[in-house]
Each structure stands twice: as C-alpha cells, then as structure tokens.
C-alpha cells in the first residue's frame, strides 16, 4: 500500500516517469536477448559485411563481421545492467558496512572507518580497475568489484550521515528507552528511515557503473570477447565511423539513454520521497 | 487616525482560506496583541501586513499603513516601506540574521541603506544600538558572529535591527517563545521601554495569555483564521465571551503558575 | 514512603567540540553532583532553564548515559547503562514520554508498532493487540487507529501515543522530559490533565522534567531547581515555591509571567 503510493508519486513526477521509461526498455532490452535475438550477436558472416539498415533482414545493418547490430544492442544491454545491478548491489554492501561501523561501533573506531572512508574515496576507482585488469586480465568481475567498491565508499559516507541524523532521533532514544537493542533499533528504525536516500543514491551509482563499465570497456580493460558489450562495438567501430556513422551512434545513444535513464529515476525518487517528506510537515 | 488598519483582509494559500475577512485597527504607539494557538493565521496576518507571505499566497482586503494602501504595491515600495515604516521580530533570532556576516555589519546595513547614513556613522550608530537593546559589551558583540551569540542575545540583536530606523510600526511574532524565562522576562521588559520610548506602536503575536497581559492593553484572538473577539486584554483574560477565549483562559490558568487549591 | 529511584552524586561532562586544532579539549559539566530521592507515589520536578542539565539529569536516571561518577538504584537494586537485556527488569518500571511528540515516534512506523515496542522488547506475556488496542482507549484514542501513521496526528494526539508507549510495560515510575513543551496552550491543558488522571489510575510515581513551574505545580509534590549542572534547591513544591531560598530559584519564579487574575 505505502510502495504503490511511492510509485505513484514516482511516475507523477516528470524526471521519474521519463526515467522509468529509459530505463525500463534498458530492462526489456536485456530479457528479450534472453530468449530471443534477430541474429546470434557473436556470428561473424562476413558474405553479409556492411549491409545497410533495412537489408538482407538486418533492421540495423551489419558491421565489418557481418554481425547484426540490433543484436549486439540487444544483448549489450544484458552486460550494461548486469553490471550495474550487481555493482550497485556490491556498493550497497560495502557503504552500509562501512557507515554502520562509523556510527555504530566505540567512538574512537568509528573515527578510524571515517578516515578510511575518506581516504578510500580519494582513490581513482576507473584507474584501480585498469591496473587490476592489466594484472589479472579483463574480467566482468573485476570491473564489477572496482566500480562497486569504488561507488561503495562514496555511498558510505551520504549513508554515515544519515545514519547518524536518524541515530541522533528521539525516536531511537525512545526505541532504547523501551528496551530495544541495538540490532532490533538498526532493523526497525535506521534502516527503514535511511532506505529513501539509499535508494536514490544507488540509482545514481547505476548510472555511474553503466558509464563506467562503457568506458572500461571501449578501452579494453572491461567485458571480455566474446561477451557484447557495448563499449567494445564502440571501440570496434570507431575506426570507421566516417564510413558508418551509425553503427557507433547506436550503442552511443544506448549508453547515453541508460546513464540518463537511471539518472532521471533518481531525480523522480528524491522527489517522490521530498513530497511525501512535504505532505508529512504540513499534516504537522 | 489608526496607523495600521485591516479590513476584511482574507489570505488563501493552495486553495484553502487561512485568514479568513480579519478587521483590525492600531494607533499609533498602541499596543494590540494577536493572540491564538498554532494553525490560528495569525503569524500569516502578520506576514501578509509585512508583504512577506510566500509565493502563491491569494490576498484580499485591504490593509493600509498610515492612509496608504499596502496590498497591491510593488516589491520595491514595499521594501522601502519595511525598512523605514515598520519592521518585525521573528520568533526564531537565528532566521533573521545571515550567519555569515558580523552582528556590526547586520545593524549597520538599514541605517546606511534607509537612513542614508555613512559606513563610519553607521557603524557608531550600530554600536549605539547594540547599547541601547542591552547587550553587554557592545564593542565587542558587533565584531562577533551569530552563531557566537546566545538565543537571548540573537533576539536582542533582532529587535535593534528592526528598531534601527525607528519604524512607526513593530510587529513581533512570538519573540520570546524560544527563549527560557528569566530571559523571557528582560527581553519583554526591553521591548516594553524601547517601545514606549520612541512612540512604536506594537502588533504582538503570542499564544500566550500571560505574556500578552504583560505588554498589551488590547488584544484580538483569531481561531482557525478568524477573529472571534477582540477587546482590552484585562476584560478579555477576566470576562472572556466567546466560548474558545474561555477555553484558551482556562487552559492558561490549567497549566499557569497561579496559586491553586491543590 | 518507600524509596523507588534514587540517584546519588550524579556527575557528566561532555567533550565540547574543540575550536581550534591546537585549542585543548574543553569539558562541560552538565551535571556535577547531584542526588535525589524519588518516593513512590510522589511527584518530583525537575525544573531549569535550557543548559541547566536537567535533561542530562534525566537521561541518567533512565540509564540511557553513564554517569561520570555516582549511581542509580531502583528500589535499591543498582542501575547499571549496558545491555539492553540486563536492564529488562529496569524498563518494566521505568519508563519516559519526550518533548517533541513528532520527533519521538517514528514517522514509518504504524501506531500498533510504536505502542507495542516496548511490549516486544521486553518481552511481556500476553496478546500485544489486545494491549496495544487497551492502552489506546486508556489514553483517549480510538483503537482503530492502530494502522496510521504518526504524521496523520495532531500535536495532542501523538503525544497520547507516546504516552500509551511509555504505560506499556505497566510501569511504577513516569519520566517526562517537557512532555507538554511542544504543544498548544489548549492542548497543553488535555494532556496535563490526562497525566493527572493516568497518575491517579495507575499509581504511578512521576518525574518530571521541565521549564514551566505551571506544571510542575500542578503534577508535582517536591520540586527540584537546576542552574549550570547544580541542584540549587530541593524540597516539597508547596514550599519551594512559595518561599524560595536561593537567589536563582527566586530570579526564576519571578520572571514568570501571570495571569491577572
């Protein structure tokens, strides 16, 4: 009842409805290729190399391998938001982790985590991820593991101080007053009253992975052939772009429509949740 | 002729009436008190005699100041008219004041900006000001910063702000309800002299009954937005008529300090 | 009379935030040596102006915070702060209602939810709706608005809930801390009354912490003056009050501001 209101409000708002959309087809895209691509997007044909949008069946074309770019978009998209997902849920892990042991630990180590925080933070996570692909080979999990740490502390510190807003609460002192622990408060008090900004801030950290793993990616350091990714049709195609301009513009826009796409949906989630926060102050 | 007088004035705020057809009258250097409970629309009638009520906000009636009709004016009058014809308190000091600028520099700015007064003159006539609200060592207070302030102090610092160019009209909204008593007490007595002194005539918003008969001989109560009586305070804190006065005295002498039969 | 909660030389600082680097860490005393002796059936207030410690005082008789120096008993058992499973028996009788009825429920949990915390926490027998659904009606709520939430209150309103939370657990002794500060004067005067009358019903021993001797008249039997962590004066309100022997506690009944009468 209270999520169906949350959503409500989510798609009245104007960001959060065009960012649903984005990113809803980003979704469809990626289960579609589940069961179902117009051509396998790894079959090179080289016979069918160059084919122009609308030929020989490929609503897309093809490119240099006579693979059909459609296809490749298709599946891109299962990498992209594979990526993503699990790097947010990765960040998700490690800023919680690290904000409950600023806030909820003995004073003088909860200081220590902050200066970690804090010195983590000041780490270049792109150029992290590069060293350890050059080290131990392109990998989905290392890419994965870098933007999701790196996303991660940065996640912790808005969580520390939220966390600490809500810890700082009379209605956790009456939570203590009642007999309630210190797990039972984090369960039924802090989580719940920090989970509208987390969830905004990981939509956000969703479209920074997607970026990123783009970008990993175009450089060579990301997903690994054969997988398709967009960044590599980028980097594939770039060479002949003045030949087939198209074939890079798609999975550009591709990248571009989901990194917008989950940036507006966090937009549409703060406001979804600032109104409520709005409705909940006048009835004051 | 009343310096200040509303008449019929009703605000509409997102399609519900807040205040609600108010009549009011003051003359000048009188006090009348706006009393009533949270919700009652009387910091909004404030606010709406100051030209400070939020965007949106539908006004109707009329209020006019010394002959002049206020609704309607522009915001560049209006400013004009708010630094030199009248002035407020709020009730939390802190929102008055930018944090980022010297106490000196705050009280110096309307006497330069409305009394056409020099940097160096004005910022003799800041650390006068300072003096005359009682603040101690008023050399020093115009160097410090606001937040160094105690709540008392902040509040006392806001009153010489508005009294700065000795306006015709104060309207304090809640001043002492943030602050603890014994303070409470000075700043009341503060704001009694200096009113008394330089002719100002007082529109004081309160909830509190106590407070009130302290300072005003007139007091008007509003409920829901509406004025439901209005008379001298003594009669009104003695021989309320409208059953929600009645309610409200009752309530103030429930939880008062007055000797009860225990 | 016997004694339930007695405090004996109650001492806590807190480290001020430090202004500069090489600035040395400055202490407060928020409060230095205090001690009381709350009777059953009595009414203590503690009364002081903001800074005078009497919040402090408040949350370490509660054993929400450890004192410096000094001890809590209740009913000459020792209140130690710690584990929130060794201090059971303590919240069963003990109990607190905040100032700010907002601030001190929380805004995504349901009334049911609220009104059962401490029922859940400390483990009481018996059908928690049920109780919920009683405590509500001791209170003057409708039971049927155990689903809401919080921000769907009036001021009153939700401290009725705060109020049916804190009686929960059944307890002996009621801690206000400015219970009626945040509220309206009409208000002000149905939760006032509704205490006196809670009091009454359930025996219940108060403590009362607040800055308005109004109601600390009312509600209270002994009166206890705070200035800068320092109990200045204690004894029986009727004489506190109407005689007062510190300067301060004169200063402070003086700038009260009265009704004509």
């Known amino acids: 009842m209270k999520f169906s209101r949350a959503v409500r409000a989510l798609l009245r708002s104007r960001s959060g409805f065009a960012g649903s959309v984005l990113v809803g087809l980003l979704v469809l895209s990626a289960l579609v290729s589940l069961v179902w691509t117009p051509y396998d997007p790894t079959l090179a044909r ?94 989905t999990w290392t890419v994965v593991t870098a933007i999701g740490v790196g996303a991660g502390v940065n996640l912790a510190r808005v969580a520390r101080a939220e966390a600490g807003r809500v810890l700082g609460t009379d209605y956790v002192l009456a939570a203590h007053a009642a007999g309630s622990g210190t797990w039972r408060t984090v369960r039924k008090h802090l989580l719940p009253n920090i989970a509208p900004t987390l969830i905004v801030q990981l939509s956000l950290v969703l479209s920074v992975a997607v970026l990123a793993e783009a970008a990993l990616s175009y450089l060579g350091f990301g997903t690994p052939a054969p997988a398709v990714s967009w960044g590599r049709m980028l980097q594939e195609q770039q060479q002949y772009v003045t030949a087939r301009p198209l074939l890079v513009i798609w999975p550009g826009l591709a990248v571009a429509a989901s990194v ?25 | 002729m009343s310096l200040l007088k509303i008449t019929d004035l009703s605000v509409r705020i997102g399609g519900t009436t807040v205040v609600d057809e108010v009549g009011l009258a ?30 949106g906000a539908e006004v109707t009636g009329s209020i006019r100041l010394g002959g002049q009709e206020l609704l309607g004016l522009g915001d560049r009058e209006l400013s004009r008219l708010r630094g030199e014809r009248m002035a407020m308190v709020f009730q939390e000091p802190m929102s008055a004041l930018n944090p980022l600028m010297r106490i000196g520099k705050q009280l110096a700015e309307p006497l330069r900006l409305h009394r056409g007064l020099n940097r160096r003159q004005a910022s003799t006539a800041a650390v006068e000001l300072a003096a005359q609200v009682g603040l101690p060592d008023p050399e020093l207070i115009v160097r410090s910063w606001p937040h160094q302030l105690s709540g008392g102090q902040r509040q006392r610092v806001g009153l010489a702000m508005a009294l700065a160019t000795r306006p015709a009209l104060l309207i304090a909204d809640e001043p002492t309800t943030a602050l603890d008593v014994t303070v409470q007490a000075d700043m009341l007595r503060l704001l009694d002299d200096l009113v008394q002194q330089h002719g100002t005539a007082l529109l004081f918003i309160s909830h509190d009954l106590a407070v009130v008969a302290q300072l005003c001989q007139r007091a008007a109560v509003l409920k829901d937005g509406r004025l439901v009586e209005e008379g001298t305070t003594d009669t009104l804190v003695r021989t309320p008529q409208h059953p929600y006065t009645q309610r409200l005295v009752e309530a103030a002498r429930a939880t008062g300090s007055e000797e009860v039969a225990r | 009379m016997t004694s339930l909660l007695r405090a004996d030389g109650l001492s806590r600082s807190f480290r001020l935030p430090r202004t500069s680097l090489f600035a040395p860490a400055v202490h407060r005393d928020a409060v230095r040596d205090v ?17 005078s410690g009497k919040s402090t005082l408040a949350r370490l008789l509660l054993a929400l915070d450890r004192p410096d120096s000094g001890t809590v008993h209740y009913r000459d058992r020792e209140v130690r702060p710690g584990a929130p499973r060794k201090l059971t028996w303590f919240r069963r009788e003990v109990q607190v209602v905040l100032q700010d009825p907002m601030g001190s429920l929380d805004p995504r949990a349901t009334v049911r939810d609220i009104v059962a915390e401490p029922l859940e926490c400390l483990r009481l027998p018996g059908d928690h709706d049920d109780r919920v659904d009683e405590l509500l009606r001791s209170v003057g709520l409708d039971p049927s608005v155990r689903g809401r939430y919080p921000h769907e209150f009036s001021g009153g309103q939700r401290q009725r809930i ?70 200045v004066e204690q004894g029986p309100a009727a004489s506190v009050l109407a005689d007062p022997q510190h300067p301060y506690t004169r200063r402070l009944l003086a700038a009260v501001p009265r009704l004509p009468a």
């Open chain 2, 26 to 55: 003051l003359d000048p250097g009188e006090r009348l008190a706006l009393i009533g409970e949270s919700g009652s629309g009387k910091s909004l009638t404030a606010l709406a005699v100051m030209g400070l009520l939020p965007g």
């Open chain 3, 162 to 231: 705060a109020i049916a939370r804190a009686l929960a657990p059944g307890p002996k002794v009621l801690v206000g801390d400015e219970p009626l500060s945040a509220l309206d004067v009409s208000v002000r005067a149905q939760i006032l009354a509704l205490l006196n009358d809670l009091t009454e019903a359930y025996g219940l021993t108060l403590l009362l912490v607040s800055h308005d001797i109004g109601v600390v008249r009312h509600l209270c039997t002994d009166v206890l003056v705070m200035k800068d962590g320092l109990a």
């Open chain 1, 46 to 139: 080289p016979q069918d190399s160059w084919l122009l949008p609308f030929s020989g069946g490929h609503v897309l074309g093809t490119d240099r391998l006579g693979r059909d770019e459609l296809s490749q978009l298709l599946t891109g998209a299962r990498s992209t938001l594979s990526t993503a997902l699990l790097a947010a849920a990765i960040a998700a892990a490690v800023g919680l982790a690290l904000a409950f042991a600023a806030v909820l630990t003995p004073r003088r180590l909860g200081a220590v985590v902050v200066q970690l925080t804090d010195v983590l933070i000041a780490f270049p996570v792109l150029l992290i991820a590069m060293i350890l692909t050059a080290v131990h080979g392109g990998s």
């Open chain 3, 35 to 51: 001690s009381l002796d709350l009777k059953e059936g009595a009414g203590l207030g503690i009364v002081g102006e903001s800074g």
């Open chain 1, 260 to 284: 917008l796409g989950f940036n507006l949906l966090g937009d549409g989630l703060r406001e979804a949740t600032d109104a409520r926060l709005r409705v909940r102050e006048v009835a004051a």
